[in-house]
């Protein structure tokens, strides 16, 4: 029975394992939902709340054990497509000469 890859954590690769280096992608499905994809696997979903931020929502099949390096993934790529809205906040306190220290900080 052939090892099961798609899990492979490149960060622990020592270069002889076999381990891929396949990378978190997410797939737009409409302007507030996108899929979270681990290779063709689906983790889960970005789903945009009412705030204007998104949020991940991970789905409950069987998807193994999490490390902090996938975690940490997940919180980029998180962090990365909130930026543009959190810029825009930014911008908008900068312009009107308000401090954002009430706004949650996402670097």
Same mark, same amino acid.
Do not use: C
């Given at each position: 029975? @052939?090892? &099961? #890859?798609?899990?492979?954590?490149?960060? =622990?690769?020592?270069? *002889?394992?076999?381990? %891929? /280096?396949? !990378? =978190?992608?997410?797939? /737009?499905? *409409? #302007?507030?939902?996108?899929?979270?994809? +681990? $290779?063709?696997?689906?983790?889960?979903? +970005?789903?945009? &709340?009412? *705030?204007?931020?998104?949020?991940?929502?991970?789905?409950?099949?069987?998807? $193994?054990?999490?490390?902090?390096?996938?975690?940490?993934?997940?919180? *980029?790529?998180?962090?990365?497509?909130?930026?543009?809205?959190?810029? !825009?906040? #930014? @911008?908008? +306190? !900068? !312009?009107?000469?308000? %401090?954002?220290?009430?706004?949650?900080? =996402?670097?």
């Amino acid at each position: 029975m @052939e090892r &099961d #890859k798609s899990w492979d954590d490149p960060q =622990l690769s020592d270069g *002889d394992m076999g381990y %891929t /280096e396949t !990378k =978190l992608t997410i797939e /737009e499905i *409409d #302007k507030t939902n996108h899929k979270v994809l +681990f $290779g063709d696997r689906l983790l889960g979903y +970005f789903i945009m &709340d009412i *705030d204007g931020y998104y949020y991940f929502d991970y789905v409950t099949a069987p998807n $193994g054990l999490w490390t902090s390096y996938s975690l940490r993934m997940v919180a *980029d790529l998180l962090e990365g497509i909130n930026k543009p809205h959190e810029d !825009k906040i #930014k @911008e908008y +306190f !900068k !312009k009107n000469g308000t %401090t954002t220290d009430s706004v949650q900080e =996402l670097s």
